[in-house]
């Protein structure tokens, strides 16, 4: 049993060393995409619609962060590690899922929601997705 738990540490502590690969940023892209959970933009009609754009992640926190959390479980309190886990899933899709709308070279990403589903234990998918579009500014007429 304690040969098990070895191995298991030292490829927790072996895959916690390891950068993450690159495109998997949890920070917020900067983009010149405007998004939104609606179906419409004030000012703007939308000319195009180019398709579902998606972005998805499974994640997980390091096994040290789990065990901190199994503790403030049974002591109560917010349970930050999976809070965090969830912010950077969520930046990950999210990003994932601007990258699908400008390869597209959309406008806009409208109607964009979010999924989340567990996987196993403490791993966590979230779905970022939504519609992409063209748009141009509206014009405003005006009534004499």
Do not use: C, F
Not at 76 to 88: H, I, N, Q, V
């Amino acid at each position: 049993m304690s040969g098990i738990l070895l191995v298991l540490l030292s490829v927790a502590l072996d895959q916690k060393s390891k950068p993450e690969p690159t495109g998997l940023t949890d920070g917020v892209v900067q983009t010149n995409l405007i998004i939104s959970n609606t179906d419409q933009i004030a000012g703007y009609k939308v000319v195009d619609t180019l398709g579902v754009v998606k972005g998805h992640t499974i994640y997980a926190i390091w096994i040290g962060n789990d065990l901190s959390a199994l503790v403030r479980l049974i002591l109560g309190g917010e349970l930050t590690e999976y809070t965090d886990m969830m912010g950077k899933a969520r930046n990950i899709a999210s990003n994932r899922m601007i990258k699908d709308a400008e390869i597209l070279e959309a406008d806009a990403i409208i109607n964009v929601r979010y999924m989340t589903t567990s996987v196993v234990g403490s791993a966590a998918e979230l779905l970022a997705y939504g519609t992409a579009v063209k748009i141009e500014k509206k014009r405003i007429k005006l009534y004499k």
